[in-house]
């Protein structure tokens, strides 16, 4: 499992070496798993910690297609135990309060903020995390590509959430005009405010996913 140092390492290569890691490859890797990203958002309240430790009890969970068990405290959040108990960092913690979308996960093919939703309450159901969205050959799901395509963020922290709420949008509305693409991810905020770009890279991934057949 990645830590924030080692974020804050990959976040620091971009622009310092680049023959070592262009931009375009570092947008593939956070569509892709959401790695090499850095935020504050990533420094964990003590709070937090203390209130998602000890008391566990082992549960399976069907994530990403695959029965994952993991040791679950009652009041644990289905973003603590993706992040800290599955290894799938991919799904960010912003505010952890239901308020920026970071966290968004797809259950049963709707979107949810995982920092609200209780992990024992999503036994029998079905988790799809940004780790999840890549085919097993490792090919992008259209959206991702629509994004690679477009460039459309700037830290790209936000990313795997507005991704997740857009493919989970776009399972009920497949060809959305630009405003209604933006009032279907408007519960996603991003601190860069680079929503122009992100709405232009969505419908990319919403083109693509149509030409693809995809749902
Ligand atoms: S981290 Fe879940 S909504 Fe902000
Ligand atoms: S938070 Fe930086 S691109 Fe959205």
């Given at each position: 499992m990645r830590d924030m140092t080692s974020d804050i390492v990959d976040a620091r290569m971009i622009g310092s070496t680049p023959e070592a890691i262009s931009r375009?490859?570092?947008?593939?890797?956070?569509?892709?798993?959401?790695?090499?990203?850095?935020?504050?958002?990533y420094l964990f309240r003590a709070s937090t910690l203390l209130g998602q430790s000890g008391g566990e009890r082992l549960i399976t969970l069907n994530v990403n297609g695959q029965q994952r068990r993991a040791?679950?405290?009652?009041?644990?959040?289905?973003?603590?135990?993706?992040?800290?108990?599955?290894?799938?960092?991919?799904?960010?913690l912003g505010c952890d309060r239901?308020?920026?979308?970071?966290?968004?996960?797809?259950?049963?093919?709707?979107?949810?903020?995982?920092?609200?939703?209780?992990t024992h309450t999503v036994r029998g159901r079905r988790v799809?995390?940004?780790?999840?969205?890549?085919?097993?050959?490792?090919?992008?799901?259209p959206m991702q590509q629509g994004?690679?395509?477009?460039?459309?963020f700037q830290c790209a922290f936000c990313m795997p959430g507005f991704?997740?709420?857009?493919?989970?949008?776009?399972?009920?509305?497949?060809?959305?005009?630009?405003?209604?693409?933006?009032?279907?991810?408007?519960?996603?905020?991003?601190?860069?405010?680079d929503y122009d770009k992100i709405l232009t890279?969505?419908?990319r991934g919403a083109e693509n996913m149509r030409e693809a057949d995809h749902v």
């Open positions: 375009r490859d570092f947008i593939k890797g956070v569509v892709a798993g959401g790695v090499a990203v850095s935020s504050a958002g040791d679950v405290r009652k009041q644990e959040t289905l973003a603590w135990t993706l992040r800290h108990k599955l290894g799938l960092t991919g799904t960010k239901a308020e920026c979308g970071s966290c968004t996960v797809l259950i049963d093919d709707v979107p949810h903020y995982a920092c609200s939703v209780l799809l995390t940004i780790e999840g969205l890549a085919g097993a050959d490792g090919k992008l799901h994004v690679v395509d477009e460039q459309g991704i997740m709420a857009s493919v989970g949008f776009l399972k009920t509305n497949p060809n959305p005009t630009r405003g209604q693409l933006a009032q279907g991810v408007s519960g996603n905020l991003c601190r860069c405010q890279a969505l419908m």
